[in-house]
């Protein structure tokens, strides 16, 4: 599976922005998937994740602005966020945990998306 994500720009404080994350490729089970970003000198952090049942896990530091949703027709994954702070800058890298289906058996592993790249001017 190849994650495609597309969406990130420069934005001005108090905006909005839209992410995107196309997966492609065989077959398989997307499970988790969702976003990570890494701003310039730290560690990447979770954003935000939906299970395949839907359920959704957002990161403190954007819970009440963010929102995730899946479109499982497209095996893709939205992110918006409202109210975006400077601190919002990073790289935002989509994340998905995958269930390869072979007729032999299932092999599970994890998969990165490129970034892509959010700033927020203040």
């Known amino acids: 599976v190849q994650l495609q994500a597309s969406g990130g720009g420069l934005v001005q404080a108090g905006g909005s922005l839209s992410l995107s994350c196309a997966a492609s490729?065989?077959?398989?089970?997307?499970?988790?998937i969702g976003w990570y970003r890494q701003a310039p000198g730290k560690q990447r952090e979770l954003v935000a994740t939906i299970s395949r049942g839907g359920t959704t896990n957002i990161a403190d530091s954007v819970k009440g602005r963010a929102t995730i949703s899946r479109d499982y027709a497209k095996n893709t994954v939205y992110l918006r966020m409202n109210n975006l702070k400077p601190e919002d800058t990073a790289v935002y890298y989509c994340?998905?945990?995958?269930?390869?289906?072979?007729?032999?058996?299932?092999?599970?592993?994890?998969?990165w998306g490129q970034g892509t790249l959010v700033t927020v001017s203040s």
């Open positions: 994340h998905a945990d995958i269930t390869d289906v072979r007729d032999w058996g299932t092999t599970a592993y994890k998969t």
């Open positions: 490729g065989r077959p398989n089970i997307i499970n988790l």
